[in-house]
């Protein structure tokens, strides 16, 4: 059943994931090309001294792009389920409501992740060719809060999409919005240190906002 | 023998607007049960309440014996839907679907569901989306029935279907259903289409039920007399015992379970007039259908 | 699963709307409320003051007296220097110290040290300038240093580790005694400065050392064996957490020291003479300092939220005279004890004592306590009349108990359980 449901998103989304994932390797290649760029226009020294010491963040332009990532597979994903009312499909099958939402989450984000990580390979690739491995690890830390941004977006954007009402999908929008603000206040690198692992378990606990929509959805709230 | 569906004092208002007013039935093992009514009259919302969809203001629904809002995958296994509108997932082809579908399913059979799809003029890669209305409700109907159920709920299957789907689609109900061992409960607006189909016939009017009894007994039972029309008098009906009078220009009929002599005795407690010409008509399930709940 | 997310709706609510909710307030709210300007006049040996009240810029000294610009600046002869030399105004001596452009431009002293200078997310890599390449100006080296549990170079060009180089300045730090790794280092790593002091770093017993490179060469001593005598002791107590480093004309001061018991050191010169600042209330997570040193005097002040203090020293380093004023915090202004009698708490995640992200609270006042009971009480109350008063809406009744306002809010936007 795990592996039907897999198999379903997989199908439905795979022509959209492929676009997504070219649009993101491909703007982290560009990314790459600037970098060369820069290094091979000025003196090496200078680079790491704008940017390593004074915090210029290179690969801000990337700051949202999981972001919008995470919103627009999630928007893929779910508008479709919202559309004739088809999630009944997926909650008319012999399974629990929850386990059924839960799969189609974790397909989601396994795309994501698949989406997100060749971009990052891409990204940390090329720092390591032109920056020691401490500034790696600075660029890493930096660019996890954009990257739980990116999957906690994903989770929103169901939790809203699959929201029946109108009234509470605004609500969840404002909210969204405000939670996912939080994790663009980084103005210098591992500004998120201190906060990182707690971040990430806020990050982790926003998988059950879906369920409830699911849930509202199956009630039959707003019809 | 307990029944396979059961629906007890249920209600249900949308907003201060009531929907189902106290509604109760409930559907034998083995039987096919059409759920008739006007729009509006409140089959979507029983419908949605049997399948876990709304929950009722009050009352309860049981499926297979277990409540329809807390059924176990093992129930549900044994329950097919039919979504109206033959829902399902566009992106899919025939084949997909069947792959998607069938590690749910202990009893999956897909032969019925290949057979009907080797009638339709599709390609094997062909999207579900890109398919005619029709062709839509025979992929809709296949899987439901390679499921092998024990209860099907066909949510107004007839929608949007040209006669000769429709009809296609009351064949394979009446084959699937002839050994007596499904329980299947439809809903359509096509009333002449389940005349030789169901079994018992559930009518809602207006949130309540109205008639609930084996169809040949309502179609045995509930008469038409048509008469000459005589004098002036204004259009009756009476629901709490299923009788409606019309006046027509020049004939006037009177409906109801009523002998002929009956008939004339209504007719003469409401001072109307049973003219010359006074007979009984054979009327279909519709003519009945329009009768019982009226035309406006 | 339902109630669990639900609750988790509400708690992620309550977090929000007590980050958003102040934040907003605030907005509306705020009023210009700036800290004095502290400033010392060698000529009438008192403190003077720029305030800034409604909008407006007053010129007062400890008084109360107010004076005009033109006043205000002639009592402030060496801070006003510039206009006062345009104007013809400026006088010869002040305290028998001959006043002239070239003095008064190469004398000056000034350093800032903010909170989030001295806890701030920093990367492990600087430039260690060679300061003596025998060129009239600093030049930028083309390698980095990464100074934690070994000391390496790396060459920015092939991002390669200078093994030789790298391997020299280890030995040399073995041999001045260093005990890895470095847990604080301070320096100036800027061409844009007339010399190059180098870094001061604290070994892991918290012991203070000098590095520079000249010609290439590492130049690492421990402070405490150049100090005098009298200093020396003073070295070997001292538990840095802050190195400033910032070069100036006179070369008089190495860095300025903060260390774990909130004292603020200079660090002066030729012997590393320790010198403490003799502030009584600094709290480096919570102040600015800020040093202004002139041909006289040096000013030091610490500016907070609820106090400023400022003390005079003079060319020698002595207490000369001390000021201390407390000032209004914004919670104890009008709007901020409005603000703590409706917001029961209020969360920010940035803060002036810190450069990283977290999360810091601030709670209200009784009243907001009492407000929240109301609340919970007309909660109640409301539930009980439309007969929802039941288990599942306890994440309602929690976040109004807990949250007030905040709860009250969630309880109409946010889903009613089932």
Known sequence: MFKSLLYKEWIKLRLYWLLLFVVNVAFCGFLCLRLRHVFRVNEAVAVWSNWIFKGYLFYRICEYVPLLLGVVLGCLQFFPETLSKRLRLVLHLPLGESRAASIHLVAGLLMLAAVYLPGLALIAGISAFYFPPDFQSNLLLTYTPWLLGGFAAYLLTAFTVLEPTWRLRVVYLLFSAALLRLFFMEDFYNSYLRVMLSLAICTSLLFVFPLLSTHRFGKGYGS | MNPVIECRNLVHY??????????????????????????????????????????????QCLLLGEDAHRLSPAVKARIGYLIEGHIQYGFFNVHQLERFYAPFYERWDPTIYFHLMSKLDISPKQHVATMSCGQRSQVALGLVLAQNPDLIIFDDYSMGLDPGYRRLFVEVIRDYAADGKRTILLTSHIIQDLEHLIEDCIIYQRGKVLIDMEAKRLIADFRKYSFDTKGDFKDFSDDSRNLRVERGEKRSAIYGFLKPEEARAELGKLGVPAGNNFQQENISLEDMFIALTGKY | MKTFARTLLFASGVILLAHYLPAGYWLLSAKMRRPPIVYYSCTEKQFMFFRYTNQTAIRMDAHGKVYEREEFERILPIDHWMQLLRDGKLPDTVGGVALTAEALRRERLSFRIKPTMIDTPSVNLTPLLDADTGRVRLEMPEDFMRLGATIEFIHAQTNVVEREKSALFQRAFAEAGFVFPATVLGGNPSTMKPYDEGYYVADATGATFHLRQLRGKPDIHRVSSLASAEDKPKWEALKPIYFHVQEQDTREVHAIIVDKSNQAWFAVGKNYRLVPIPLQHYDPARMSLVVRGDLINRLISATGEDSVEAVVLNRDYGLVDRYTEPLVPRAATPAGKLARAIFPFTLRFEDVSTGYLGVFTEVGSRIALLVNGGLLVLMLVWLGSRKQLRLSRLPDLLAVAIGGIYGVALVFLLPKAD
């Open chain 2, 14 to 59: 949308f907003g201060a607007k009531p929907a189902l007013k106290d509604v109760s039935w409930k559907v034998q093992p083995g039987r096919v049960c059409g759920l008739l009514g006007r729009n509006g009259a409140g089959k979507t919302t029983t419908i949605n309440i049997l399948n876990s969809f709304l929950t009722p203001t009050s009352g």
